[in-house]
Every structure is written in C-alpha cells, then in structure tokens.
C-alpha cells in the first residue's frame, strides 16, 4: 500500500453551532507565506489566499517548500500549545477564527526558517443544504377557528451537523395562527424524529442507524413562516437553549439573522424559501499530502481508482467482510460491497471504487465482518483516526493534487 501525494481530511468528531461560510477566487493566491519566505502551508481547503479548516475536526496540514531546488528536510510546529515534528501533521483545532501556527523548518541545505501562519477555523464546509423542507400531505382543518382552510402536512429536516452536542433538540417559531407575533418556544423534537435521512426524495426514519438529520413535523396553513432551532442544556429538554447557525442555507437570510429559518407554505403544495438563496461554502481545491491513512484505514488513488483498506478484528479468511458508502446529501447508506482479501496483510480487507466517488466531497465509509447481517464494527472502526463517534462512520476528504 504505497503513499500517495493527496490531502486528506480526517472526520474525526464534528461541532457544529456556527458557520462561516467564504467566496472563492479562482484567481486568487493559494501560497499563505509571505512573499520573500521559502514556506508554503497547505491544509484542508484552500480560497482566496486563506487555509481553512473545521473545528473540531482531525485535519491533516502539510508544509512545503516554495523553491523546488532547496526541497525541506524537516519542521517543528506549535499549534494551540501542541508540538509536532515533520512536513505533514494532524491536529484537531479547537478555537474558531484566526488560530496561529509557528513552524520552524530546516531546509536539505541546511539553512533554516521560522515562519508564523494563521489558519481560519471555521465550523461547517459541507457542501449540501443543511436545511429541506417537505410537504408530505394536506387535510380541511373541520372545527375551530380555521374550520374549511386546509392545513400541510410539513417535515422540516435539519443537519446535525449543524449542532453542538446532538443530544436534545429543540425549536422556537411563529407557529401560533392566532397570533403570529407570540412564537413557540421550548417546544422539544421527539427522540424518534432524531434520526432521519432522505430515502427515494422524502423523509424516512434512520431506523437503527444515526440518522443524517433531526425532523420537525408541523401541520401548517398557507402563509410565511419562521423559526429557530438549536438544543437544549438539559436531556429534560430545560436550561439554556442554544441556536445553531444555519449559515449559507436557502432558508436563512444573512444580513438578518443566521440562526432563523424562514419559508412559505404555498396553496399548490409547494415550499418557498425565504432566505438569501443557497451560499457554497469554502470552495474545494487540490491540497497537498502526507501518508495514506494508519492502521485500521488506508487507501490509495491511482488510474482512476480509489481503493480502500480495512484491518478486520480477525484474519480475513474467518470472515466474510463488506464496505458500505454514504450518499451525503440522503444520509442513505448504500448497497453492502464484499471486501477481498490482501495479498501478504491476512488480517485485511479491501475494495475498490471510482475515484469520482470520493474526491473533493466529504465521504462516510463503515465496515463490518459479515455481510449477511450488515452489522458495521464500530469497535474497530472508533480505533481509527477517521472514526467520526456522533454518526458513527470513518470520516474524510481527499483533494487531489
């Protein structure tokens, strides 16, 4: 299993409250050194000038050499108080905005170079949506105040990756007909609408497995709508409630606030978001590579293949191991893939895909050890450092040099 010149970004455990969301220049200068220095910092994305990476999340950054006739040798860095030795490091950043790193490198020359970088952390560079609003059905409202208007059967799904602890969720909105001006609040999601994915384009349970959003359900009049959603401090579902940020979503209006979603219920059936219009996040260019992953998951990309590599909890010939891949936008894992065995590495499996599939996209992996049953080793799996503990799944994303 050879390495390979790529960046990979490694999903480890993700927050997500708030978001940052930045425009991509594609003429813009990705070299983050000063002009007269030798040092390139490369990591996770890459716009404008500026490296960006995810909070909370194990992201590899690699240093580098502007001037290909005196290549580096080595380098020392400082990260958050952290110290790490060698051209390619991992660090899990914890701190959002301008975070230092001081590198001191030493060149095959033997010269060397001290050079201070900021990195930008931001919290959220998915690229999808995180919010969908669906409507599942219609009835006559029969008695009451609004007797003979029809009410819309409407599923709100948000990310959790959008969230904070992803434990207790919650919402606050103008859903009073009577008074719009008096919104609900406090108002707790049901533990069985935790776990949901988009299956076949509309909303479906998770069942056993985590699910990629949490779901409002609301049967709603015609007419504007907006709320907040975040989480509760307490699983009783009191405390502080804290808002995420629904940043760069079709629902959500920048210049007024980041934490409201806002959509109109239509007669025809139809949702209409009213918010800015849908904003990309970090735009996804080619970084630069260190090894190709460690014990428990290794890969390699080459004429087109992206082939992965999983160290089984037993020699392969005593199971019958599979690899699943997830569609990120449903949340929907795919059909079960049989791994094969590696020559020389008995306790190894492996299987191929397009490379297509997995490069300059966030890509969720799980294997298990008998495909009959579909079960993911998620004991083996939380021994990687791609293993991602709230979704449960090997976590990453490769940007091809």
Request: aromatic residues 12%; charged residues 15%.
């Amino acid at each position: 299993m050879k390495k390979l010149k790529l960046f990979i970004v490694l999903f480890a455990t993700i927050f997500f409250t708030a978001c940052e969301f930045v425009e991509f220049d594609p003429e813009g200068q990705i070299e983050t050194g000063a002009k007269e220095s030798q040092l390139m910092l490369k990591g996770a994305l890459i716009s404008g000038g500026n490296v960006y990476v995810q909070l909370d999340v194990s992201t590899g950054v690699t240093l580098v050499s502007t001037n290909t006739a005196n290549p580096l040798n080595n380098a020392t860095w400082t990260v958050e108080g952290n110290s790490y030795t060698g051209l390619n490091i991992t660090h899990k950043f914890a701190t959002l905005g301008d975070v230092a790193v001081q590198v001191t490198a030493t060149f095959q020359s033997g010269a060397t170079e001290s050079r201070n970088f900021t990195v930008k952390v931001v919290r959220d560079m998915s690229p999808y949506d995180p919010v969908k609003v669906y409507i599942t059905g219609s009835y006559q409202v029969a008695t009451g105040t609004w007797t003979g208007y029809t009410r819309y059967n409407v599923i709100i799904l948000l990310s959790k990756e959008r969230f904070a602890n992803k434990t207790v969720y919650g919402y606050s909105g103008n859903f009073n007909d009577d008074n719009l001006s008096l919104w609900l609040t406090g108002a707790k999601v049901p533990t069985l609408d935790a776990n949901y994915i988009i299956q076949n384009g509309l909303p479906a349970s998770a069942g056993a497995d985590v699910g990629k959003y949490i779901a409002i359900k609301r049967d709603l009049l015609a007419r504007d709508y907006a709320m907040a959603v975040g989480e509760f401090e307490k699983a009783d579902g009191t405390g502080n409630f804290a808002w995420a940020d629904w940043s760069g979503s079709t629902f959500v209006t920048a210049s007024k606030n980041v934490g409201i979603i806002e959509f109109k219920v239509n007669p025809n059936s139809t949702i209409t978001p009213l918010g800015d219009g849908y904003v990309a996040p970090v735009a996804l260019v080619p970084g630069m590579g260190g090894d190709s992953g460690e014990g428990v998951f290794r890969y390699t990309l080459a004429n087109g293949k992206f082939t992965v590599f999983f160290k089984l909890n037993n020699t392969f010939s005593a199971l019958t191991p599979f690899v699943q891949i997830k569609d990120q936008e449903t949340g929907v894992w795919g059909t079960p893939i049989a791994l094969t065995a590696v020559t020389d590495f008995p306790n190894y499996g492996k299987a191929e895909f397009n490379e297509a599939q997995v490069l300059n996209a966030l890509s969720s992996l799980r294997f298990g050890n008998v495909i009959a049953n579909k079960t993911p080793d998620f004991s083996q799996m939380s021994k990687s450092a791609y293993y991602n503990e709230p979704f449960k799944e090997l976590r990453f994303t490769i940007l091809k040099q």
